[in-house]
């Protein structure tokens, strides 16, 4: 029905603090799903006019407020991109091989128009390579890589993360505790102006155990 839930990686729910994304997914996912993807603020006001991605913008949409959750749905959108069909009717796909999920991920939103994205997907090495290079002037780290044949597996990571490398001294502004227990799980971290104020600028979180 009209029944939509948006959860994090971690469980945790997000429905209320996105209500224009609730409404896209009424509108255009099918019916009955299990859809794995992302949440994305795109910005349009930079000095190029470029569309860039705005990671700060959209963890400022986390709010207690409800008139604040709906101002910022209005003012600050989020549009939602769709990477992997888990579910769809009775049917679950999570044993079938990646490249299976993804033909019926592109079957079943075919019809989808922005806020709502199906991400893009090659199997050409050439328009990979020519992806990465324009990506990062977008705000993304990367290109994520997917064996063909690999299940979808919760709380596994079994793609490949290619990213850009870049290097910056930052400040460690503040931390956030792992899942497993009392050791560190991610770094927040910041980078002041030229006004001397800090702002967020990511996290870091690929730590070991014996590191955490």
């Not at 050409?124 to 990062?136: G, S, V």
């Amino acid at each position: 029905g009209d029944e939509v839930e948006l959860t994090s990686r971690g469980g945790k729910t997000l429905t209320r603090y996105f209500p224009e994304v609730v409404a896209q997914a009424r509108t255009q996912l099918p019916t009955r799903c299990a859809i794995d993807g992302e949440l994305i603020l795109i910005r349009r006001d930079g000095p190029t006019g470029q569309p860039r991605l705005d990671f700060e913008l959209l963890s400022q949409r986390i709010h207690p407020a409800a008139s604040r959750v709906a101002m910022l749905a209005e003012t600050t959108p989020a549009d939602f991109v769709a990477f992997d069909l888990l579910a769809i009717g009775d049917e679950s796909l999570v044993a079938q091989p990646y490249h299976r999920r993804r033909a019926r991920l592109a079957e079943a939103l075919r019809d989808v128009v922005p806020p709502v994205h199906v991400t893009p997907s090659t199997a050409e090495p050439d328009t990979a390579r020519r992806w990465f290079e324009i990506f990062e002037g977008a705000g993304l780290d990367g290109l994520v890589a997917k064996p063909a044949d690999i299940p979808y597996e919760p709380g596994k990571r079994l793609m490949f993360k290619v990213k850009h490398t870049r290097t910056a001294d930052v400040v460690v502004a503040g931390f956030r505790w792992h899942k497993s227990g009392p050791v560190v799980g991610s770094l927040l971290l910041g980078l002041y102006d030229e006004a001397g104020t800090l702002h967020h600028v990511g996290v870091c979180a690929s730590f070991t155990a014996a590191r955490r």
